[in-house]
């Protein structure tokens, strides 16, 4: 191999070195996210695929049935469940929440001598490595398990190969005994370690976690299994699992001291700067500005790796789960973005073809989904930029006030007045959000002090605190709530000051957030509150401005009211942090009403930023629902405000609104008049619809509707809104009103294709009964071509003669449609595939249905396609049984003619029990004096049947205790008539010990 080998040649020459020189078989790297099994968030290391090997669960044409030696390079996730490096990353040079793990297998092939030789070749022969930095360990022994240290592995090492004697150490049960789960197949691995250290001397640092001596191969040698118990015992095969660091072993290869300064990462770095405009990578590990950019670096690097690969392999990030996951990764590298490398707009998505370009060779899937994992990025990106400042600015502002107050309680100050911003050197101006901070405080005596903060403020806390200052529980509840900042990405911002957060604290306020969610209520009960609030102030009107602008800067007057947990009360003056409740003369804002959810944004006033979550209506009264994010704001008469409503969440919410109605009119032409509004949700992620049906509404029907929506939608007409009187208005025809709705004299009229005004001169006119007109107060868009599509993602039963549908538009639609097309294109190529590849497919196919918002169109074409291939998976096992029964007479006959005596016990090769139930009606005719034992294997189920004539029942054997008796040995259970019983087992590897039971216990109701 060349002197500075490239990762990829590193890769190859492995998997080349175990399939040309070992004879291995090359298998892929399964997906990164296990779809089939709900047990893992992501796979976490190369055996995860090969489990039904260990297991002994490998069916017959199985892609594992008759694998016994394999070796590849599994993609790995480590950021979530029982490993979980995700803190790690970025900190060290080598933690990685994506990585790759090279790794060879033997399933009850070779064992430990050749699994610790060919190591050894690989590493010192053809790689090169120095003999003198090379460590092994080996397992030491366990008291509790009653396990004596591993001296065969130990003897191995000394024989096998030349390492150093002095090299070779014990290790304890943590680190050398590998164990699947709490239960399951176990055994002692030997690990590989490399001295890094410039002389040599690392040997008391393996296993310490030091960058210096690290470990890069792991040698599992699988020989026991532990049951529920806790019991081991001894394997019958024995299997050899092995896992190497990539990523490791490429810094080794090429001279580094960092996983980060090998060519795996340097394209990335390259790629990085070009979109960030940030300095060079410097490799640097402290606090300094260039080593927090190289932190920076090192995160965003590995995160857009994990992200492109989960992606890539059916994840989304989400709210729960494996989503969650790649949502704190995503979030996590955003944040270094915008604060640390300054890049004020997303860029993670911009990196996504470095990645491709780097690491499609040895995995090309990542070429087939490129855009749509850029697409994913961005989104999310976009989602959380919004928040993104404003919830850095209120984390410096509370890790100010929690250093002042922990600098007041250190130095005895008897009072601390709020934590105040400076950016000027008398700090008299008040400072624009996000500057630095100064802290001021009185003394006894009436004194004021200031002290200035430093931007890092680590070596202040360590020179004037006594105690570590603390993120108060309330502030990070708020960034999660408010601007999503998840709890660990503000206890890294906290660790980077110094500082902690109030986890404990932070928990409890989201254990009552969930309570007061799973009873219906928010922080308080808003409605309530602030209907007294209207019953005590009697504020004015306000004048919605919303039809015609979303940003407006007007003088007005500005009532605030401050929201606590005890209601809502009206406030003179309102500060950083406080929750509050703005009353403004007129407003762009839409509040809550008819299904459309209240529009959120900004207000700012000369004082500073009030960041609006929620605008809801009591009355003529709108109140804007917010946090303020800067400055002390106070109620006035007469105030600048600026309004600005979130835009792309609005439009969003537009094209869901006139989505609905046109699917308002299609499921009236479709279904029939009787279809009636029974309640709609309209948000800026999807439209959902209720209406009276006493039906499930069927593909055909849904294919329909969706076509007469995305005709109006081609068709780009103009959307109108106008008041009109109501009595008027109410004999346009085709008109559709919320039944039992109560409407004012003077209602909105939304027409989509015909001006109100042609419609009220001409009210009858039968022509208008192919339009969709309705009475709402809602928002829509100006012309039908913005929605840009529409598709129907479920349908569903409210209640009795009540149905649900809810629908997609715009971007959101198209991905949906997107992810149906590229699901029903592989189903269409898994009709060639194998049995066993077939039902793995189908069990991924399934998975991703659940998880992914699809069209309902393409599930239901999904779930005819899958029975179809069902079928052929059922066709194929009748096929097989038949061969299983022709087989099963043939060894029947066999049987019979050598069976001797009055006792039969046999087993037959892949027979289930129709097989066995054939074989033993062959047998009774040629011996039916005879009692008969009959076992046999089918996939990972063990079958057994019996039968006794009546002269051998009356001595003492009878059929049922017989199979029950031979069940149990198999891990399971059975019985039947005296004449005929059956049973089952779930351990295919007992078999044998299960016949000889049966044969022991026959003979002993049989003896005189």
């Known amino acids: 191999m060349s002197a500075n080998p490239t990762s990829g040649e590193i890769r190859r020459r492995f998997i080349e070195f175990f399939v040309n020189k070992q004879a291995h078989r090359f298998y892929a790297s399964s997906p990164v996210v296990p779809h089939d099994d709900p047990t893992l968030l992501f796979a976490n290391a190369g055996m995860n695929q090969f489990k039904p090997a260990f ?202 001291t960092s996983n980060y300064d090998t060519d795996v990462f340097k394209p990335l770095f390259d790629a990085i700067r070009k979109v960030t405009g940030a300095a060079a990578y410097g490799g640097r590990m402290d606090s300094s500005p260039q080593g927090k950019a190289d932190m920076a670096y090192r995160v965003i690097a590995d995160h857009i790796r994990c992200l492109t690969f989960a992606i890539t392999d059916g994840a989304v990030p989400s709210n729960e789960g494996r989503g969650y996951v790649l949502r704190r990764i995503l979030r996590r590298a955003v944040r270094h973005g915008w604060q640390t490398l300054n890049v004020k707009e997303p860029f993670l998505h911009r990196l996504v073809p470095a990645v491709v370009a780097a690491m499609s060779e040895a995995f090309p899937e990542l070429k087939q989904e490129t855009q749509n994992v850029i697409d994913v990025i961005k989104d999310e990106e976009e989602s959380f930029a919004r928040t993104l400042d404003r919830g850095i600015a209120l984390f410096e502002a509370a890790a100010a006030d929690a250093i002042g107050r922990e600098y007041a309680r250190s130095h005895g100050l008897t009072k601390v007045a709020q934590t105040t911003a400076f950016f000027s050197e008398n700090d008299e101006d008040p400072p624009p959000v996000g500057s630095k901070y100064s802290l001021t405080f009185k003394t006894h005596s009436g004194e004021t002090i200031r002290k200035r903060l430093p931007p890092d403020p680590i070596d202040f806390i360590k020179a004037e605190c006594k105690t570590v200052p603390c993120i108060p529980d309330k502030a990070a509840f708020m960034l999660h709530d408010t601007y999503g900042f998840p709890l660990d990405l503000t206890q890294v911002m906290a660790e980077e000051r110094g500082m902690t957060v109030d986890v404990a604290g932070f928990e409890r306020l989201m254990e009552e957030a969930r309570e007061k969610a799973r009873s219906g209520g928010g922080s308080v009960n808003n409605t309530q509150a602030l209907v007294e609030a209207v019953q005590r102030e009697q504020p004015g009107a306000t004048v919605f401005l919303g039809y015609d602008l979303i940003e407006t800067k007007i003088e007005t007057y500005c009532t605030l009211y ?81 309004l600005k409503v979130d835009r792309d969440r609005r439009r969003k919410i537009m094209a869901n609104h006139t989505g609905t109605h046109m699917l308002n009119r299609a499921l009236r032409d479709t279904l029939g008049d009787h279809v009636q509004q029974k309640g709609s949700l309209v948000d800026d992620q999807k439209l959902r619809f209720d209406f009276a049906h006493n039906a499930p509404i069927t593909p055909e029907q849904i294919d329909k509707i969706e076509n007469m929506v995305n005709t109006d939608i081609t068709a780009d007409m103009a959307v ?141 074409q999904l779930r005819g396609r899958i029975t179809e291939l069902q079928a052929t998976l059922k066709e194929h096992a009748k096929q097989q049984s038949k061969q299983s029964a022709g087989a099963a007479v043939e060894a029947a006959r066999k049987i019979a003619d050598e069976a001797q005596g009055d006792v039969i016990v046999a087993s037959l090769d892949d027979a289930d029990a129709n097989a066995l139930r054939t074989a033993m009606d062959v047998i009774r005719k040629k011996k039916p004096d005879a009692a008969l ?67 022991a216990f026959a003979k002993s109701k049989l003896q005189p």
């Open 720 to 860: 109108y809104a106008e008041e009109a009187d109501q009595e008027q208005a109410l004999k346009i025809n085709s008109l559709r009103a919320v039944f039992g709705e109560k409407y004012p004299p003077r209602v909105r009229v939304v027409s989509i294709g015909v001006p109100v005004a042609d419609l009220l001169a001409k009210p009858d006119n039968g022509a208008w009964q192919g339009y969709s007109i309705e009475f709402c107060g809602g928002t829509h868009l100006a012309k039908t071509g913005d929605a840009e599509g529409l598709v129907v993602v479920s349908e569903e039963a409210v209640s009795k003669g009540v149905r649900r549908l809810t629908a997609m538009t715009s971007q959101a639609a198209h991905r949906a449609t997107a992810q149906g097309q590229k699901l029903l294109a592989r189903v269409e190529s898994m009709r060639s595939s194998e049995p066993d590849k077939l039902q793995a497919g189908i069990a991924q196919i399934s998975g991703e249905m659940e998880s992914t918002p699809l069209p309902l169109l393409a599930k239901a």
């Open 55 to 256: 297991l002994g669960q490998v069916t017959q044409g199985s892609p594992l049935s008759g694998l016994t030696r394999a070796v590849n390079s599994q993609k790995c996730i480590r950021a979530g469940g029982k490993h979980n490096d995700l803190e790690d990353v970025g900190k060290d040079t080598y933690h990685h929440t994506f990585f790759e793990m090279l790794g060879n297998w033997s399933f009850g092939d070779y064992f430990k001598k050749e699994a610790i030789a060919w190591a050894w070749d690989l590493l010192t022969n053809v790689w090169g490595m120095d003999k003198s930095r090379l460590h092994a360990t080996v397992f030491g022994g366990d008291a509790s398990d009653g396990l004596a240290a591993d001296e065969e592995a130990a003897e191995l090492w000394r024989t096998q190969t030349d390492i150093d004697p002095s090299h070779i150490h014990l290790g304890s049960k943590k680190d050398n005994f590998w164990e699947m789960g709490d239960s399951g197949p176990c055994g002692p691995c030997s690990e590989v370690h490399i001295d890094l250290t410039p002389d040599k001397s690392g040997a008391k640092l393996i296993n310490a976690d030091d960058a210096r001596v690290i470990e890069i191969w792991n040698l599992v040698f699988i020989q026991f299994n532990r049951d529920a118990s806790g019991k081991l015992t001894p394997l019958p095969a024995k299997h050899v699992d092995t896992g190497m660091g990539f990523e490791r072993v490429c810094a080794v290869l090429q001279g580094k």
């Open 562 to 642: 401050k929201v606590t947990d005890a209601g809502c009360e009206c406030a003179e003056m309102v500060n950083p942090g406080d929750e509050v409740a703005v009353v403004v003369g007129q407003t762009p804002f839409y509040a809550e009403a008819g299904g459309q959810v209240g529009d959120t944004g900004t207000i700012t006033t000369p004082a500073g930023e009030i960041r609006i979550h929620n605008t809801v209506k009591i009355g003529d009264v709108y109140f804007h629902l917010g946090v303020v994010e800067s400055g002390t704001h106070r109620s006035e008469k007469a105030v600048q405000l600026h």
């Open 933 to 999: 034992l009959l076992g046999g294997i089918a996939g990972d189920k063990v079958a057994f049947i019996a039968s006794v004539p009546k002269p051998l029942i009356d001595k003492g054997l009878k059929a049922g205790d017989w199979v029950r008796e031979v069940a149990k040995v198999a891990g399971g259970g059975g019985g039947g008539r005296p004449d005929m019983a059956q049973a089952g087992g779930k351990d295919p590897a007992k078999l044998n010990d299960a016949l000889e039971t049966g044969r």
